[in-house]
């Protein structure tokens, strides 16, 4: 294992002011966000939306990564140059989601573990000659009546690990990406105590597997109240409970933690971020990898044709957001731009 690399790739993910886009939707998910602009979801109009996302002048500077779908690994951008090399060339980090997944876990009713260690080596190989220095793999835990499971969670932080030890092997940083899902009606409580046993188990996992936590990053979800819980803690709340969280289980060798935005408005996923770096000082960098609050602006601007007005949505998010990365961000200055 080249563990100088590997620390050396995972520092530059979380490097100061910088952040990773997750714009690796599957063609299912991304027929869903398609939907909401009534874009067909053809592999023309997947091309051009990424290449308007990745063309955005200047994002590079608050953008140290970028998740691909495989298909957008292996895809041109409209002026013919591989989407992997366009990003490398800006300083951008190309990566690759390598899961296939969650699929109903057997015996667990509502519950799912992630598939796709099976080939998984020789993939990494394919991914890595590809141009991708990182990799993500998503498990996920719903919380719901009785669930999780300990089953679930320890079903998908061993195969979080595997996975994790593979890329490493192969030269690649895994993103490590445990979520735990803010749908339901519980409260933040009830997520704290669920994150805390998630992660619980996912370190153990990456210790029983020697995976090299320097070379790796995690991507958690924050402890937040659920999306229907009739009460909704606050900001500070927020912050003081993710942080509370991650301090008990991540170790100071991880370099840095990414994390999801999974539903939350673009303005609260900038805003905890925010508030979380500026109760620093901290063991790890803290840093977003968000998919949907980078996204959501772009895609309604773009609307499928107007690339210029997607752009501007985009470097504004990826703006906010990398003044998150370093706790300066401010609430005016969404409503100056
Ligand atoms: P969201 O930020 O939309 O949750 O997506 C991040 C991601 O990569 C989920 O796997």
Not at 30 to 56: C, G, P, V, W
Request: glycine share 10%; proline share 4%; aromatic share 6%.
């Amino acid at each position: 294992m080249n563990e100088k690399l590997l620390n050396e790739t995972a520092l530059a993910m979380v490097a100061p002011g910088r952040g990773i886009l997750a714009a690796d939707e599957s063609t299912g998910t991304i027929e869903k966000r398609f939907k909401s602009i009534n874009i067909e979801n053809t592999e023309a109009h997947r091309q051009a939306y990424r290449d308007m996302l990745f063309t955005t002048q200047g994002f590079e500077q608050y953008t140290s990564g970028v998740i691909l779908f495989e298909e957008t690994l292996f895809q041109k951008a409209l002026d013919g140059t591989p989407f992997p090399q366009l990003l490398a060339a800006k300083g951008v980090i190309p990566g690759i989601k390598v899961d296939k997944g969650a699929k109903d876990l057997a015996g667990a009713p509502g519950e799912t573990v992630t598939e796709g260690l099976d080939g998984l080596r020789e993939r990494l190989v394919k991914y890595r000659e590809a141009g991708a220095r990182f990799a993500k793999w998503r498990g996920v835990i719903t919380i719901g009546n009785g669930i999780p499971s300990d089953y679930c969670i320890h079903t998908n932080a061993h195969a979080l690990a595997r996975y994790a030890a593979l890329c490493q092997e192969a030269g690649i940083v895994p993103i490590v990406e445990p979520e735990v899902l803010m749908d339901a009606d519980n409260t933040i409580e009830v997520c704290e105590d669920v994150t805390n046993r998630t992660l619980e188990a996912v370190f153990v996992e990456l210790g029983k597997q020697k995976v090299l936590l320097e070379g790796m990053v995690l991507k958690p979800n924050m402890v937040i109240s659920g999306k229907k819980c009739p009460v909704q803690a606050d900001r500070q709340t927020v912050a003081a409970a993710t942080l509370r969280t991650l301090k008990r289980h991540v170790p100071g060798a991880v370099p840095g933690i990414a994390f999801l935005s999974g539903g939350q408005s673009d303005e609260d996923a900038t805003a905890h971020l925010d508030l979380m770096n500026k109760m620093g000082p901290l063991p790890w960098k803290l840093t977003f990898s968000y998919g949907r609050a980078l996204q959501a602006a772009a895609l309604k601007a773009w609307g499928g044709k107007n690339a210029d007005a997607g752009r501007v949505a985009h470097l504004h998010r990826a703006h906010m957001n990398g003044l998150a990365a370093l706790g300066k961000w401010d609430a005016a200055l969404e409503k100056a731009a």
